[in-house]
């Protein structure tokens, strides 16, 4: 047992070459990110005010859920401005690169007119909804408007994609074909 054997050596080289390049972020990444600790924070003043205080704060439930919602749906920007929403890839490795380019564009249309219809459907569902929260005096409008920002930034991300394809001749799904 004193020979080395290489096969089983683990190497930890590259784990360190984590670089931080602000450009490669959005302003959605941040928001998220801030709205996510926001989250955080509501989730664990739950617990501790349930556990170790013995009596829970009414509105933390509530607000937790109406966070992880936001959460959600300014993920899904990101996710658009990325391309990595799930997609299925098998049929573009076997289609032709004309017939892939062509499907790729209609795939960037429908979401196009995906994000746009939802944003003037949760606009008109905030617009006819008056009810407030049940634990804290916020109507719940306020909430589908913010699901309704979301898919606004979803139209503008998934606009800024098709636009970027349609110059570039690339796509995220024509990547396995090539």
Do not use: C
Request: glycine share 6%.
């Amino acid at each position: 047992m004193t020979q080395h054997d290489a096969t089983n050596e683990i190497s930890f080289a590259g784990l360190d070459d984590d670089s931080f390049d602000i450009r490669e972020y959005g302003m959605e990444d941040f928001l998220t990110l801030g709205i996510f600790w926001l989250l955080a924070l509501d989730v664990f003043l739950q617990f501790f005010s349930r556990y170790v205080l013995g009596n829970s704060i009414a509105w933390t439930e509530e607000m937790a859920r109406y966070l992880l919602v936001m959460v959600g749906f300014l993920g899904s920007t990101m996710a658009v401005r990325k391309g990595s929403h799930i997609a299925v890839e098998f049929f573009y490795r076997y289609m032709p690169m004309w017939l892939g380019r062509l499907m790729a564009t209609v795939v960037d249309l429908i979401n196009i007119a995906f994000f746009s219809i939802m944003a003037w459907v949760t606009f008109k569902l905030a617009d006819r909804t008056s009810a407030m929260m049940v634990s804290v005096d916020i109507p719940k409008s306020w909430l589908y408007y913010l699901v309704m920002l979301g898919f606004i930034m979803m139209l503008v991300r998934g606009i800024q994609v098709a636009v970027r394809h349609w110059r570039t001749g690339s796509h995220e799904l024509l990547n396995s074909q090539e």
